[in-house]
C-alpha cells in the first residue's frame, strides 16, 4: 500500500502546479517521500522549483516598525483565527504594541520574549498581555515570530508593509551616504523583495549544497529533454543564471524598469550620491506561510477524483 494519503496528493499539486494524477505517480515512485517526489517531478520538467513556505494558511498581521533614527527595526507575525478579527481594531492595537515591545527586547526567542515584563506596563509580561487579548477577542492568538535588525553602521533599515499587513519586508543598507539620499531607493527595493520574493542578497550567499542540488536537477531535466551530452553542461550554467536572477536580489530584474538589474539600479544611485550603498541583509514575511489550513470537505472531493487514477 502506497505509504501517503490524498492529502498529501493535494499538498503536492498546490505546491508544484502540476496535475492529480502526475502527483500521485511521483508519490508512488518515491514512496510517499514528498522532497523526493517535488524533486522528481522537476527532473521530469513538470514542476518549478518549490517553495515550501508558499502555502498563506493562517490569519493574523505581519508589522514592521522601524526606530526614528532607521538604525533598528522589527519584523513580527502574530496570528488569529478569522480575517475578520485580524482587521479589528483591538488586534491592530495588540499587533502594534508587541512591535513596540520587541523593538526595545533584547530577546532572541518568542520563548524568551513572552517571559519578559510589557515595555508599557511591568506588571504584566507579554505573555500575559497576549491572553489577555484572546480573553477579551474570543479567538486564539498567538505570537508566532520576529526578527530584530539592529545596525551598528553608517546607512539605515527601510520597511514596507503590503496589502494592509499580509506581507512585511526589512531591508538594511549600509552606506556613508545620507539617509535621505537613499531612503527612495531602500523603499523601491523593499517593494522588490515583497514582491520577486528572493531568497538571498547575492550570489555569494546562495548555498553550496542547494546549488549543486539545482544542478542535479537541471541536468537530469536537460537529459529527459533528450538533449547531447556534449551540451548538457552549458544549458546547466544557462539555467543556473536564470536560477540566479530567481533567487538573488541583486540578480532580479527590477520590477520597476525590467531593463535594468536591481545591483544596476542600486550602482547608479551610488554613483550619483557618490557613496557606495551595500543590501546586506532584508527579511520577508508573508502572512501565514507554512502554516496549514484545516481542510473540511475539500479531501473528500479530492479523494472521489483520485478513484479512478491507477
Known amino acids: ?62 508589522k514592521c516598525l522601524v526606530s526614528d533614527d532607521k538604525k533598528k527595526a522589527v519584523a513580527v507575525e502574530v496570528n488569529c483565527e478569522t480575517d475578520f478579527v485580524a482587521r479589528s481594531d483591538q488586534f491592530v492595537a495588540l499587533v502594534d504594541n508587541i512591535a513596540r515591545h520587541l523593538l526595545t527586547s533584547n530577546a532572541t526567542t518568542v520563548e524568551q ?17 497576549v491572553a489577555e487579548a484572546t480573553a477579551a477577542i474570543g479567538e486564539k492568538i ?11 553602521d553608517n546607512g539605515l533599515i527601510s520597511s514596507y508593509i503590503h496589502m494592509g499587513g499580509k506581507i512585511g519586508v526589512l531591508c538594511e543598507f549600509r552606506s556613508d551616504a545620507e539617509q535621505s539620499d537613499i531612503a527612495e531607493l531602500a523603499f523601491n527595493v523593499c517593494m522588490q523583495i515583497a514582491a520577486s520574493k528572493p531568497q538571498v542578497v547575492s550570489i555569494a550567499d546562495v ?29 546547466v550554467e544557462g539555467r543556473i543564471h536564470k536560477f540566479y536572477k530567481e533567487i538573488c536580489l541583486l540578480e532580479q530584474e527590477y520590477v520597476r524598469d525590467p531593463a535594468l538589474s536591481v545591483k544596476q539600479v542600486i550602482a547608479d544611485v551610488s554613483k550619483k550620491v557618490g557613496k557606495d550603498i551595500a543590501v ?28 479512478n487514477i491507477k
Open 142 to 152: 498567538s505570537l508566532r515570530r520576529f526578527t530584530r535588525f539592529v545596525l551598528n
Open 1 to 62: 500500500m502506497a505509504n501517503f494519503t490524498n492529502q498529501d496528493v493535494m499538498k503536492l499539486r498546490e505546491q508544484t502546479g502540476v496535475g492529480m494524477m502526475d502527483c500521485k505517480k511521483a508519490l508512488v515512485a518515491t514512496d510517499g517521500n514528498f522532497d523526493e517526489a517535488i524533486k522528481y517531478l522537476r527532473e521530469k520538467g513538470m514542476a518549478s522549483a518549490a517553495k515550501k513556505a508558499d502555502r498563506v494558511a493562517a490569519e493574523g498581521l505581519v
Open 280 to 307: 546586506t541583509r532584508f527579511v520577508r514575511y508573508e502572512m501565514g506561510e507554512g502554516i496549514e489550513k484545516r481542510v473540511d470537505n475539500f479531501v473528500d472531493e479530492i479523494a472521489e477524483q483520485l478513484k
Open 207 to 235: 548555498d553550496a549544497s542547494q546549488l549543486e542540488s539545482e544542478k542535479e536537477i537541471l541536468t537530469v531535466q536537460a537529459r529527459n529533454e533528450g538533449k547531447p551530452e556534449a551540451i548538457i553542461g552549458k544549458m
Open 113 to 129: 520574549v513572552l517571559e519578559e515584563n510589557y515595555c508599557d506596563d511591568a506588571d504584566k509580561t507579554l505573555k500575559v498581555l
